[in-house]
């Protein structure tokens, strides 16, 4: 298992083969869920089964667990992956438990994932879903500037955008 990043409250890393319930109860919260999309059990299994397979190939780019440092507890997801195929802007997408809303996790998982990213790549977006206000001011917190909005897979998408 590799940490991608480490700060002081949160350790972002691979997945472990025995997590698969555990990222899967995730999307069980109708809150947590509200904005990512719509995935079968089956097709939420098969990417956290290919996730793993990938972890092999790159730690550039992949999706990784969100998890406590004090206490080991699961925390949430993010990933970092090649956006429209460009393998120099990747993009940003996580999701937290409620639990940990409004502490700050998200902005700080944001800084350390993107510095990471910003190693690897020259720019990093991310696309927000237009009635999710909170995670596009956790964008803002973590240096992103919002850009037009832009299209994605039909739908229209709030659009940021950051670069070194």
Request: overall charge negative.
């Amino acid at each position: 298992m590799s940490i991608i990043v480490r700060t002081d409250r949160i350790t972002v890393r691979e997945y472990l083969p025995n997590e698969l319930e555990t990222y899967l109860n995730h999307f069980v919260d109708e809150k947590v869920a509200l904005y990512i999309p719509k995935r079968s059990r089956k097709e939420r299994t098969d990417f956290f089964n290919d996730a793993l397979i990938r972890y092999r190939e790159t730690k550039v780019h992949g999706m990784w667990g969100i998890f406590n440092n004090a206490d080991g507890e699961f925390i949430g997801g993010c990933l970092l992956r090649p956006y429209e195929d460009n393998p120099d802007i990747l993009e940003l997408g996580y999701s937290l438990e409620q639990k940990y809303w409004g502490q700050g996790i998200a902005t700080e998982m944001a800084i350390a994932l993107t510095a990471y990213g910003l190693n690897h790549a020259k720019s990093i977006v991310a696309c927000v879903v237009i009635p999710n206000i909170v995670s596009q001011r956790v964008l803002v917190k973590a240096g992103f500037k919002q850009q037009p909005n832009a299209i994605k897979d039909g739908e229209e998408l709030a659009y940021f955008t950051l670069s070194d």
